[in-house]
C-alpha cells in the first residue's frame, strides 16, 4: 500500500487561505480514491472532502462545502487541499487518507499520512 505526506499546516488567522499537499511514496495516486480528514482535540474524525483521482469526481464535507477545494496535479503526483476563509472551529490536525472508495476511507480503512497541524486564531 502506499505511505502518505502531507504538509502545508501552519498557523493562520481567521478569514485567512492555506494549502495543504499529500504526496505518496511507495506507487501512485492512480488507483486510489483520495480523501482528507480532520480531527480536533476531544472531537471525532470529520470527513473534509474525497477526489477520485483518475475521474476528477470530487464530494466535500458538510461544514466546508464552498470553502475548501481539493485537487490534483498529475504531473507532481500531489494531491491538495485548498482551504479558504478559515475559520477557528477549522484548527485540527488534517490527515491525507487513500483507498478503494470513499465510505471505507470515512470507515477508517486505507492508508493515512501522519497529520499536518492547521491552526486558525481568532
Known amino acids: 500500500q502506499v505511505q502518505l505526506v502531507e504538509s502545508g499546516g501552519g498557523l493562520v488567522q481567521a478569514g485567512d487561505s492555506l494549502r495543504l499537499s499529500c504526496a505518496p511514496s511507495?506507487?501512485?495516486?492512480?488507483?486510489?480514491?483520495m480523501g482528507w480528514f480532520r480531527q480536533a482535540p476531544g472531537k471525532e474524525r470529520e470527513f473534509v472532502a474525497a477526489?477520485?483521482?483518475?475521474?476528477?469526481?470530487?464530494t466535500y464535507g458538510d461544514s466546508v462545502k464552498g470553502r475548501f477545494t481539493i485537487s490534483r496535479d498529475n504531473a507532481k503526483n500531489t494531491v491538495y487541499l485548498q482551504m479558504n476563509s478559515l475559520k477557528p472551529e477549522d484548527t485540527a490536525v488534517y490527515y491525507c487518507?487513500?483507498?478503494?472508495?470513499?465510505?471505507?476511507?470515512?470507515?477508517?480503512?486505507?492508508?493515512w499520512g501522519q497529520g499536518t497541524q492547521v491552526t486558525v486564531s481568532s
Open positions: 487518507a487513500a483507498g478503494p472508495s470513499v465510505l471505507q476511507l470515512r470507515r477508517g480503512f486505507g492508508s
Open positions: 511507495g506507487g501512485t495516486f492512480s488507483s486510489y480514491v
Open positions: 477526489s477520485n483521482w483518475s475521474g476528477g469526481v470530487t
